[in-house]
């Protein structure tokens, strides 16, 4: 045959609303590079992310071979290339390889029937089975193997029989991989602004029934080399300096699952606390703190110097829930002490909690809540259980065992209108969604849902951390002041009782009864732009947060004030006219911490205020209080350094609501709070006697 055997490699992100995935496609360079080094020149081997990219490319050169990743946000769009592919090019070998495959045998055997187009699966890691498929194609590439090979799965479609073999043993030396940063194969995706990543280790000790490593096969930890961290972390700051410096992006992604829980760790924080000083990056960290060993994770945490967030992802509270799901291995309260511990350090803290698990109700949800905002999670997200396949909670076993019934929805930002070899299509990916169980209703869970818009809108990012120490303080939870707001919605004013109104409809409207009707419509060129000019297909949650961030910020703090107010007035009998305005003048003054923090150039909010709010509140003085004090102005600033990171943020998403509300999901917009700087004081102030 000839040589080099051209192989291309893609991890396609959509690209019509920006950049859907942001990461750099470090684990599929890490399979051409095992593939490189175990054929040496006998092929050459290309990494792709960018549909547009790649459809160039393949114009100019068909390969033998092309390898696609399937996961839940671009598996679709995978299909859709691989099929024009194969039509027009049928000598073209199509593999497949990645988590979204299912775990049963039949469906399994359902699966390849179905993909005619693709001639190969690669199960579970896959630089082994890749590399042992390409051995077999370089030694008779006209015929397909008529034994098992690991790892690899097929049909062969004259005789009507399966492959499918076991995987292969996972590697126990990640340092087996070479690196696709140290051999510069990710030097242009970080040019393009690709967000770069890391991965320590692989695998997870925790058997969670909604994941994809909740399995035996991902139960034991296999571990890269400091040596070779080390080298990646150096490499990529000098890649990252320049960019950093033009006010680029200038983050990091660790894809460990439990990052901070093992004793290396803090190895990794120094060097990357050395990168920070050498290199001014990483500036933020994405990573999915361990689910145990709280002090450990805590000290990861004061290493980092708050790029990165302590998460303590709890999914539910609830006893039996956790034991339907398989977290019982999980300590809740290590979890927890993350929250208290790491809020002690001035960390910011955040948990996620699953709804629509199988036993859930609408009361073992609000406990969830409620006692993770009691513990002082500076940020509490609430997600809809997906089933994503080769999940345990995906089989049907599962479903008809509690009820699940599910629903489908666009992924946001998972669309778009492509062409290869002069033809053009649309496509979207599609998530299969659980919405009613039998502990649950459809109605219940909509419900839920608000609670979740209402707890991003009052307790997520740290505009009222003043007004919730002061709650603390007199024994009155922010889950009151949640449920507070949810039972008095007739009294919310319009103009934000309107963006929940929305939020409430738009989270029935997503969801789709038909899968192969959303398809259908994911198909349409028509309908396809409606979904990239943004008129349809959004993140409900965080469009809507967006929306009231942007038009009805004030009256987030009228709400927020009102509550304050009559939850203390019920926990401490009444108030007195002067506790009243304090309450009143410390909405303003929290309400200006976030005015305008994505717009350097806007002007610098001023306000007089008759009271030293940290002073009284840090003193727990408010009881006390029987008259103002004397006026202070008080002006509201950014430093620079606040004020260059917005703009980073912007340059990276963009200023329509499409990608603020992307920004939203993705930054910690408490590092962008403004500053209170006295102006003019005519005396020291006396608030409280």
Same mark, same amino acid.
């Given at each position: 045959?000839?040589?080099?055997?051209?192989?291309?490699?893609?991890?396609?992100?959509?690209?019509?609303?920006?950049?859907?995935?942001?990461?750099?496609?470090?684990?599929?360079?890490? /399979?051409?590079?095992?593939?490189?080094?175990?054929?040496?020149?006998?092929?050459?081997?290309?990494?792709?992310?960018?549909?547009?990219?790649?459809?160039?490319?393949?114009?100019?050169?068909?390969?033998?071979?092309?390898?696609?990743?399937?996961?839940?946000?671009?598996?679709?769009?995978?299909?859709?290339?691989?099929?024009?592919?194969?039509?027009?090019?049928?000598?073209?070998?199509?593999?497949?390889?990645?988590?979204?495959?299912?775990?049963?045998?039949?469906?399994?055997?359902?699966?390849?029937?179905?993909?005619?187009?693709?001639?190969?699966?690669?199960?579970?890691?896959? @630089?082994?089975?890749?590399?042992?498929?390409?051995?077999?194609?370089?030694?008779?590439?006209?015929?397909?193997?008529?034994?098992? /090979?690991?790892?690899?799965?097929?049909?062969?479609?004259?005789?009507?029989?399966?492959?499918?073999?076991?995987?292969?043993?996972?590697?126990?030396?990640?340092?087996?991989?070479?690196?696709?940063?140290?051999?510069?194969?990710?030097?242009?995706?970080?040019?393009?602004?690709?967000?770069?990543?890391?991965?320590?280790?692989?695998?997870?000790?925790?058997?969670?029934?909604?994941?994809?490593?909740?399995?035996?096969?991902?139960?034991?930890?296999?571990?890269?080399?400091?040596?070779?961290?080390?080298?990646?972390?150096?490499?990529?700051?000098?890649?990252?300096?320049?960019?950093?410096?033009?006010?680029?992006?200038?983050?990091?992604?660790?894809?460990?699952?439990?990052?901070?829980?093992?004793?290396?760790?803090?190895?990794?924080?120094?060097?990357?606390?050395?990168?920070?000083?050498?290199?001014?990056?990483?500036?933020?960290?994405?990573?999915?703190?361990?689910?145990?060993?709280?002090?450990?994770?805590?000290?990861?945490?004061?290493?980092?110097?708050?790029?990165?967030?302590?998460?303590?992802?709890?999914?539910?509270?609830?006893?039996?829930?956790?034991?339907?799901?398989?977290?019982?291995?999980?300590? %809740?309260?290590?979890?927890?002490?993350?929250?208290?511990?790491?809020?002690?350090?001035?960390?910011?803290?955040?948990?996620?909690?699953?709804?629509?698990?199988?036993?859930?109700?609408?009361?073992?949800?609000?406990?969830?809540?409620?006692?993770?905002?009691?513990?002082?999670?500076?940020?509490?997200?609430?997600?809809?259980?997906?089933?994503?396949?080769?999940?345990?909670?995906?089989?049907?076993?599962?479903?008809?065992?509690?009820?699940?019934?599910?629903?489908?929805?666009?992924?946001?930002?998972?669309?778009?209108?492509?062409?290869?070899?002069?033809?053009?299509?649309?496509?979207?990916?599609?998530?299969?969604?659980?919405?009613?169980?039998?502990?649950?209703?459809?109605?219940?869970?909509? @419900?839920?849902?608000?609670?979740?818009?209402?707890?991003?809108?009052?307790?997520?990012?740290?505009?009222?951390?003043?007004?919730?120490?002061?709650?603390?303080?007199?024994?009155?939870?922010?889950?009151?002041?949640?449920?507070? /707001?949810?039972?008095?919605?007739?009294?919310?004013? %319009?103009?934000?009782?309107?963006?929940?109104?929305?939020?409430?409809?738009?989270?029935?409207? @997503?969801?789709?009864?038909?899968?192969?009707?959303? %398809?259908?419509?994911?198909?349409?060129?028509?309908?396809?732009?409606?979904?990239?000019?943004? @008129?349809?297909?959004?993140?409900?949650?965080?469009?809507?947060?967006?929306?009231? /961030?942007?038009?009805?910020?004030?009256?987030?703090?009228?709400?927020?004030?009102?509550?304050?107010?009559?939850?203390?007035?019920?926990?401490?009998?009444?108030?007195?006219?002067?506790?009243?305005?304090?309450?009143?003048?410390?909405?303003?003054?929290?309400?200006?911490?976030?005015?305008?923090?994505?717009?350097?150039?806007? %002007?610098?909010?001023?306000?007089?205020?008759?009271?030293?709010?940290?002073?009284?509140?840090?003193?727990?003085?408010?009881?006390?209080?029987?008259?103002?004090?004397?006026?202070?102005?008080?002006?509201?600033?950014?430093?620079?350094?606040?004020?260059?990171?917005?703009?980073?943020?912007?340059?990276?998403?963009?200023?329509?609501?499409?990608?603020?509300?992307?920004?939203?999901?993705?930054?910690?917009?408490?590092?962008?709070?403004?500053?209170?700087?006295?102006?003019?004081?005519?005396?020291?102030?006396?608030?409280?006697?």
């Amino acid at each position: 045959m000839k040589h080099p055997f051209v192989i291309f490699i893609v991890d396609f992100t959509y690209t019509q609303q920006g950049l859907q995935s942001e990461i750099a496609p470090s684990a599929i360079g890490g /399979i051409a590079t095992y593939a490189k080094k175990m054929h040496g020149e006998a092929i050459e081997c290309h990494v792709f992310k960018q549909p547009e990219k790649f459809s160039k490319a393949f114009d100019d050169r068909k390969p033998d071979l092309i390898g696609f990743s399937n996961y839940s946000w671009n598996a679709r769009l995978s299909w859709a290339f691989a099929r024009r592919i194969k039509s027009q090019h049928p000598e073209v070998k199509i593999v497949y390889g990645g988590p979204h495959y299912p775990l049963p045998r039949s469906e399994q055997e359902q699966y390849l029937r179905e993909h005619d187009e693709m001639d190969y699966f690669i199960i579970k890691e896959g @630089e082994v089975g890749f590399a042992s498929l390409i051995g077999h194609l370089l030694e008779d590439p006209d015929n397909r193997p008529t034994e098992l /090979i690991e790892s690899v799965h097929w049909l062969d479609r004259e005789t009507g029989k399966f492959y499918l073999a076991p995987p292969s043993a996972r590697l126990k030396d990640l340092d087996e991989i070479p690196s696709p940063y140290l051999n510069g194969d990710m030097d242009e995706f970080i040019d393009d602004g690709f967000m770069p990543i890391i991965q320590t280790n692989r695998g997870c000790p925790f058997s969670c029934t909604f994941c994809v490593e909740g399995t035996l096969y991902y139960n034991k930890v296999r571990n890269k080399g400091h040596e070779r961290i080390f080298a990646e972390l150096d490499y990529i700051g000098r890649q990252m300096a320049p960019r950093v410096a033009e006010g680029k992006r200038a983050d990091l992604f660790i894809a460990d699952s439990n990052f901070g829980m093992y004793n290396g760790d803090l190895e990794i924080c120094d060097e990357i606390a050395k990168c920070q000083d050498q290199y001014n990056w990483p500036q933020h960290v994405s990573v999915a703190t361990g689910k145990n060993q709280k002090h450990r994770i805590i000290e990861a945490a004061r290493r980092l110097r708050g790029a990165m967030r302590l998460s303590g992802s709890v999914q539910s509270l609830d006893g039996d829930v956790l034991a339907n799901i398989k977290r019982k291995n999980v300590s %809740a309260d290590d979890i927890m002490q993350v929250a208290i511990e790491g809020g002690k350090a001035g960390a910011l803290t955040y948990s996620e909690v699953i709804l629509g698990l199988p036993g859930d109700t609408v009361e073992k949800f609000k406990n969830t809540v409620s006692r993770l905002l009691d513990a002082g999670f500076t940020k509490v997200e609430v997600y809809t259980l997906m089933l994503l396949p080769g999940s345990e909670l995906d089989d049907t076993e599962t479903r008809e065992k509690f009820g699940l019934v599910t629903k489908y929805r666009a992924i946001p930002r998972c669309f778009g209108i492509f062409d290869i070899a002069g033809n053009s299509f649309a496509e979207g990916e599609i998530e299969e969604v659980v919405v009613e169980t039998n502990t649950m209703s459809f109605d219940e869970y909509v @419900e839920c849902r608000v609670y979740s818009l209402l707890i991003v809108l009052i307790n997520n990012d740290g505009y009222f951390a003043l007004a919730r120490k002061l709650l603390n303080d007199n024994s009155v939870g922010m889950f009151e002041v949640i449920e507070h /707001i949810y039972n008095r919605q007739s009294t919310i004013p %319009a103009k934000l009782k309107t963006i929940i109104d929305s939020f409430r409809a738009e989270t029935r409207s @997503e969801l789709w009864e038909n899968q192969d009707n959303l %398809a259908e419509a994911l198909n349409s060129p028509t309908d396809v732009q409606k979904y990239i000019d943004g @008129e349809v297909g959004n993140n409900v949650l965080y469009r809507h947060k967006s929306m009231a /961030i942007i038009q009805a910020f004030k009256e987030i703090g009228m709400i927020m004030g009102d509550a304050v107010e009559t939850l203390l007035s019920d926990k401490l009998g009444s108030l007195n006219s002067p506790q009243k305005q304090f309450i009143d003048e410390l909405m303003v003054w929290c309400t200006n911490y976030a005015i305008d923090v994505l717009d350097g150039a806007a %002007a610098t909010p001023a306000h007089d205020f008759h009271y030293d709010f940290e002073q009284v509140i840090e003193n727990n003085q408010f009881g006390s209080i029987t008259a103002p004090g004397p006026r202070r102005t008080v002006r509201f600033v950014q430093d620079e350094k606040q004020k260059q990171m917005a703009q980073w943020y912007l340059n990276t998403y963009g200023t329509e609501l499409t990608g603020l509300t992307r920004l939203l999901t993705r930054v910690n917009l408490k590092r962008l709070l403004r500053n209170p700087e006295l102006v003019e004081e005519k005396q020291a102030t006396v608030a409280a006697q």
